[in-house]
C-alpha cells in the first residue's frame, strides 16, 4: 500500500529492466501526440521518468511502412524506449513484438486494451479485447512470451470495461499478473464513458486490492500534481499514468517529480514561460516532420498551450491556423509574457471530453466471450515466431 509520511510519498519502486524512474509517473500514449518530438519535450522538464510513444498497430509493426518508421522514431538519448502496440490476433501481435525485440528497437512494450476509438474497438482491438478473456490471455502470453527472451518487459493498460453492465478490469488485472506482465494501468472510465464525466478512482483502488502482488498504476484525472498524491493515497496505487493533463503543460512531469519527492506544488507558469516551451517544441516538431507538416500538426498544441490564459479569441483563432515557423514567432510576440492563468485554469479539461458514446464491436461480438483455445507456450513460441 502507498502512504504519505510528512508528504512525501513511500511507494513499490517500479521498474523497466533496469531501469527505475526518479518518479512512479508514466506519460500515457496518445495518438497523435505523444511522437518523438513531444518526449524529447517533456523529457527536458523531468528526464528520468517513462514516456510512451504514441500506439502502433501490430500488423503495422510486421508489414511496415514510412509513416510506421516514422512513429516508432526514437530520439538517441532517449532511454528507455517504449512503444504501445495493440491488436487483436495473438499471433500477430507476438510476431510485432518479436520483430522489435530481435531489431533492438524498445526497451519496453506497452499492450493497449483501453483505446475507445470506433477504428479499434469495431476490429475486435483496443477496448474490445478484455471482454474476452480467453482472447485477452493469448494475446498477453504471446507478448511476455515473444519478448522474453530478449529480457524487455510487457505491461498493459486498459479501462474499467466496455460499460457499466460489462465492467473487466478486475479480471484483465489478475489474467495479465498470471502471464508475467511488469505493471498494469488502469484508466477509471468504461469505453461506453469514453472521455466525459470524473474518473472513478475507487475502481483504481478495488484493483490494486485484487492484484497486490503486480505494481498497480492510475490514470484519470490528474491536472495537477497534487492529484497524483491524492490519487496515490485514496487508492492505493503504486503511480500515474499522465494522458490529457500534459497537453499544453509538458512541465506538469517537472511538478510531479518534485510534489511526489515531498517538494511543495510549483507555481503555474507565466504566458512568458510558456510562450518558450510552445517555440521548442515547434522547433523538435520542425526536426521530427519537416516545417509544413510540423506546423499543421501544432496547431491543435497552440489551442492547449493557452488554455487558462485570457489571450482572447482573435489570438486563438489566428494560433489554430498557424503555417509557418515564423509566422509562429509572430504572433507568439504579440503575447503578454506577465499574463498569468486564471483561477482554476489549470484544471480546465484539455484534449476530448466527449461522451458517453455508442461503442463499436464487431457483429455478434458480446454473443461467445470465451470461444477461444488457449495456445500452450510452444505453441505460442512458434506462432510469433520464437
Same mark, same amino acid.
Given at each position: 500500500?502507498?502512504?504519505?509520511?510528512?508528504?512525501?510519498?513511500?511507494?513499490?519502486?517500479?521498474?523497466?529492466?533496469?531501469?527505475?524512474?526518479?518518479? =512512479?509517473?508514466?506519460?500515457?500514449?496518445?495518438?497523435?501526440?505523444?511522437?518523438?518530438?513531444?518526449?524529447?519535450?517533456?523529457?527536458?522538464?523531468?528526464?528520468?521518468?517513462?514516456?510512451?510513444?504514441?500506439?502502433?498497430?501490430?500488423?503495422?509493426?510486421?508489414?511496415?511502412?514510412?509513416?510506421?518508421? $516514422?512513429?516508432?522514431?526514437?530520439?538517441?538519448?532517449?532511454?528507455?524506449?517504449?512503444?504501445?502496440?495493440?491488436?487483436? *490476433? =495473438?499471433?500477430?501481435?507476438?510476431?510485432?513484438?518479436?520483430?522489435?525485440?530481435?531489431?533492438?528497437?524498445?526497451?519496453?512494450?506497452?499492450?493497449?486494451?483501453?483505446?475507445?476509438?470506433?477504428?479499434?474497438?469495431?476490429?475486435?482491438?483496443?477496448?474490445?479485447?478484455?471482454?474476452?478473456?480467453?482472447?485477452? @490471455?493469448?494475446?498477453?502470453?504471446?507478448?511476455? @512470451?515473444?519478448?522474453?527472451?530478449?529480457?524487455?518487459?510487457?505491461?498493459?493498460?486498459? $479501462?474499467?470495461?466496455?460499460?457499466?453492465?460489462?465492467?473487466?478490469?478486475?479480471?484483465?488485472?489478475?489474467?495479465?499478473?498470471?502471464?508475467?506482465?511488469?505493471?498494469?494501468?488502469?484508466?477509471?472510465?468504461?469505453?461506453?464513458?469514453?472521455?466525459?464525466?470524473?474518473?472513478?478512482?475507487?475502481?483504481?483502488?478495488?484493483?490494486?486490492?485484487?492484484?497486490?502482488?503486480?505494481?498497480?498504476?492510475?490514470?484519470?484525472?490528474?491536472?495537477?500534481?497534487?492529484?497524483?498524491?491524492?490519487?496515490?493515497?485514496?487508492?492505493?496505487?503504486?503511480?500515474?499514468?499522465?494522458?490529457?493533463?500534459?497537453?499544453?503543460? =509538458?512541465?506538469?512531469?517537472?511538478?510531479?517529480?518534485?510534489?511526489?519527492?515531498?517538494?511543495?506544488?510549483?507555481?503555474?507558469?507565466?504566458?512568458?514561460?510558456?510562450?518558450?516551451?510552445?517555440? @521548442?517544441?515547434?522547433?523538435?516538431?520542425?526536426?521530427?516532420?519537416?516545417?509544413?507538416?510540423?506546423?499543421?500538426?501544432?496547431?491543435?498544441?497552440?489551442?492547449?498551450?493557452?488554455?487558462?490564459?485570457?489571450?482572447?479569441?482573435?489570438?486563438?483563432?489566428?494560433?489554430?491556423?498557424?503555417?509557418?515557423?515564423?509566422?509562429?514567432?509572430?504572433?507568439?510576440?504579440?503575447?503578454?509574457?506577465?499574463?498569468?492563468?486564471?483561477?482554476?485554469?489549470?484544471?480546465?479539461?484539455?484534449?476530448?471530453?466527449?461522451?458517453?458514446?455508442?461503442?463499436?464491436?464487431?457483429?455478434?461480438?458480446? *454473443?461467445?466471450?470465451?470461444?477461444?483455445?488457449? =495456445? *500452450?507456450?510452444?505453441?505460442?513460441?512458434?506462432?510469433?515466431?520464437?
Amino acid at each position: 500500500m502507498v502512504r504519505s509520511v510528512g508528504g512525501v510519498v513511500d511507494r513499490v519502486p517500479l521498474r523497466i529492466g533496469g531501469f527505475t524512474p526518479v518518479a =512512479p509517473v508514466v506519460l500515457a500514449p496518445m495518438a497523435g501526440v505523444t511522437n518523438a518530438a513531444f518526449r524529447a519535450l517533456c523529457r527536458r522538464e523531468a528526464p528520468g521518468l517513462v514516456y510512451v510513444n504514441e500506439m502502433v498497430m501490430a500488423a503495422a509493426v510486421v508489414h511496415r511502412n514510412a509513416k510506421t518508421e $516514422r512513429m516508432m522514431t526514437f530520439g538517441p538519448d532517449e532511454h528507455p524506449r517504449s512503444l504501445q502496440v495493440y491488436g487483436s *490476433d =495473438p499471433a500477430l501481435l507476438g510476431r510485432a513484438v518479436a520483430q522489435l525485440c530481435e531489431e533492438g528497437l524498445v526497451d519496453h512494450v506497452d499492450l493497449n486494451f483501453g483505446c475507445p476509438a470506433a477504428k479499434v474497438t469495431r476490429r475486435g482491438g483496443g477496448a474490445a479485447v478484455p471482454a474476452k478473456p480467453n482472447l485477452l @490471455r493469448a494475446i498477453v502470453r504471446s507478448a511476455v @512470451r515473444a519478448a522474453q527472451p530478449f529480457g524487455v518487459p510487457v505491461t498493459a493498460k486498459f $479501462r474499467m470495461g466496455l460499460f457499466d453492465s460489462l465492467l473487466t478490469h478486475l479480471r484483465t488485472g489478475e489474467i495479465c499478473a498470471e502471464e508475467g506482465v511488469a505493471w498494469i494501468a488502469l484508466h477509471a472510465r468504461t469505453a461506453e464513458q469514453h472521455y466525459s464525466g470524473d474518473a472513478r478512482w475507487d475502481a483504481i483502488a478495488e484493483l490494486k486490492q485484487a492484484v497486490s502482488t503486480l505494481p498497480v498504476l492510475g490514470n484519470g484525472d490528474v491536472w495537477e500534481a497534487t492529484d497524483a498524491v491524492r490519487m496515490m493515497e485514496a487508492t492505493g496505487c503504486d503511480g500515474v499514468v499522465i494522458g490529457r493533463g500534459c497537453l499544453g503543460r =509538458p512541465w506538469l512531469f517537472a511538478d510531479l517529480v518534485t510534489v511526489l519527492g515531498g517538494g511543495p506544488p510549483p507555481a503555474g507558469r507565466s504566458l512568458g514561460e510558456v510562450r518558450e516551451v510552445m517555440g @521548442r517544441h515547434a522547433d523538435l516538431l520542425v526536426e521530427h516532420l519537416g516545417e509544413s507538416l510540423a506546423m499543421r500538426d501544432f496547431r491543435k498544441h497552440t489551442i492547449w498551450y493557452v488554455t487558462g490564459y485570457p489571450v482572447g479569441p482573435e489570438v486563438r483563432r489566428r494560433l489554430a491556423s498557424v503555417s509557418t515557423r515564423s509566422e509562429l514567432d509572430d504572433l507568439l510576440g504579440t503575447l503578454d509574457p506577465a499574463l498569468r492563468l486564471v483561477p482554476g485554469g489549470e484544471r480546465i479539461r484539455r484534449g476530448h471530453t466527449n461522451g458517453p458514446i455508442r461503442v463499436a464491436l464487431p457483429d455478434g461480438y458480446l *454473443d461467445h466471450l470465451d470461444d477461444l483455445t488457449i =495456445p *500452450d507456450d510452444d505453441h505460442v513460441m512458434a506462432l510469433s515466431g520464437g
